[in-house]
């Protein structure tokens, strides 16, 4: 009986550094993905960056071009077309 509890018990330990093993691999996967999924957000970053700056700079460029006399630009959304109740949009 004892060298059954010596089988049993080894059984387990194999079992568990199977285990073991298995969740040290999935955490590597896992921490490759991020570091990849990082220097992609990095690079969108910095892309977006330069196009920030490149349109403040046109954004400065345009407020320095216009007139004083002009009126100031206010952005106003077309009107909204809306179809009477009852009534359908032809189909596209």
Partial sequence: STKAKVRSYSIVV???NKVKQAMDLVKSHLMYAVREE???LK???KELIEKNSQLEQENNLLKTLASPEQP?????SPPATTQP????S???
Avoid: F
């Fill in 85 to 88: 109740q009852g009534t359908r």
């Fill in 14 to 16: 194999a079992i568990d």
């Fill in 90 to 92: 032809p189909p596209a």
């Fill in 43 to 45: 690079e969108q970053i």
């Fill in 38 to 40: 990082v220097e992609v």
């Fill in 72 to 76: 100031s630009c206010r952005l106003v």
